[in-house]
């Protein structure tokens, strides 16, 4: 499977893509998750267009089934940073103000923290979450 990752990293990002998830199915499927770079939502034309192009690098020797990583995918920590203006869910390791999440927009991110600007019922807050106790952080709905 490295030997495919190696070979589709490159292609995927002339699209603006990062393959966020590669799983193999059976021996001969290989599932990827693709989401842009930009955080737009990823439609059924550009995974057919990165499909198309990974199944011609590797002369269609196994099946491809590109889609989207999803509207709500976790992050990864060396991501934290790409998140930045971004809509976002953080669960807590060990509460904060006996809270055991948050959902806003992070601000800023450096080595330590994450700095995340919400809502509670009329006023803006800002809450600055250590890396350290971040159980996840995944892209989140706004609604």
Known sequence: MEKYITLFTPIAESFGV????IEPIG????????ARKDFEPVDLELCAKVAEALGAAIDYEISLDVGSAGAERLIDPSDYQDVVNQYVHIDF???????DYVEGSVVEVDENHVTVSYKMK???KKIVV????IKTLRLAVKV
Do not use: R
């Open 93 to 99: 390791i060990k509460p904060i103000q006996d809270a």
């Open 130 to 133: 250590e890396i350290a106790n």
């Open 27 to 34: 021996n001969d499927i290989l599932e990827l998750g693709i």
């Open 122 to 124: 009329t006023a803006n």
């Open 18 to 21: 990062n393959i966020v998830d």
